[in-house]
Structure formats: C-alpha cells, structure tokens
Nanobody
Framework: QVQLVESGGDLVQTGGSLRLSCAVS????????MGWYRQAPGKQREMVATVTTGSATNHENYADAVKGRFSLSIDHAENTVHLQMNDLLAQDTAVYYCNAQTWTQGEYWGQGTQVTVSS
C-alpha cells in the first residue's frame, strides 16, 4: 500500500506562484513513477507532470500547457514530491491530484488539493 497526502493548494492571482507537495508513505520502494494530474470542473482528469523514480536517472514529462511554468522536484529525505507552479493562469484552476504508479500494485491517488487562479 502507498499513501499520498497532498498540500499547498490555495487561491492565487494570475501570474502568481504556488508549490504543491505530495507526501508519500507506505511501500515507497515499490513506486516507479510519481505524477501530478488535475481536473477542472466539467473536464476530464489530465496529466500535468510525471517523473520516473525507479531508476538512477529520473525522466520528467510535462503537459504542453505547463511546460516552462511548472517543475517537479523530489525530496528523497522527506519522501515528498513537489510541483512548483509559476506564472499561473486562470486555466490552471483545478483540483490537483498526486499519483503513484507501482511495479506490482497498480496505482494510487491522493485526495486532491484545490488550486484557484483568479484574474
């Protein structure tokens, strides 16, 4: 089992910044990829950013809509994955979910954290 707890969501103005955090606990050694996804009202959940964690070289992947504005980082000592979000736009408003893909146990989701960008 893997447990994910997100934090950092808030109300921010256009152009502002936020940092989301995802604390990972449980069978962390079974995780091969971490990611952030988001779901806006009336829309499907979409990938924001992912990073592989099961090898010596971590591969990051970003949605086109956030490239150059968002960045992932991993704090191995704290088992936390951060999503730094800069130059936020109204269309970034959504519930952001942390996701963990494992080698043998499927995937896990956090409860979500609300990000609201006001103009």
């Amino acid at each position: 089992q893997v447990q994910l707890v997100e934090s950092g969501g808030d109300l921010v103005q256009t152009g502002g910044s936020l940092r989301l955090s995802c604390a990972v606990s449980g069978d962390t050694h079974k995780v091969k990829e971490m990611g952030w996804y988001r779901q806006a009202p009336g829309k499907q959940r979409e990938m924001v950013a992912t990073v592989t964690t099961g090898s010596a070289t971590n591969h990051e992947n970003y949605a086109d809509a956030v490239k150059g504005r968002f960045s992932l980082s991993i704090d191995h000592a704290e088992n936390t994955v951060h999503l730094q979000m800069n130059d936020l736009l109204a269309q970034d408003t959504a519930v952001y979910y942390c996701n963990a893909q494992t080698w043998t146990q499927g995937e896990y989701w956090g409860q979500g954290t609300q990000v609201t960008v006001s103009s």
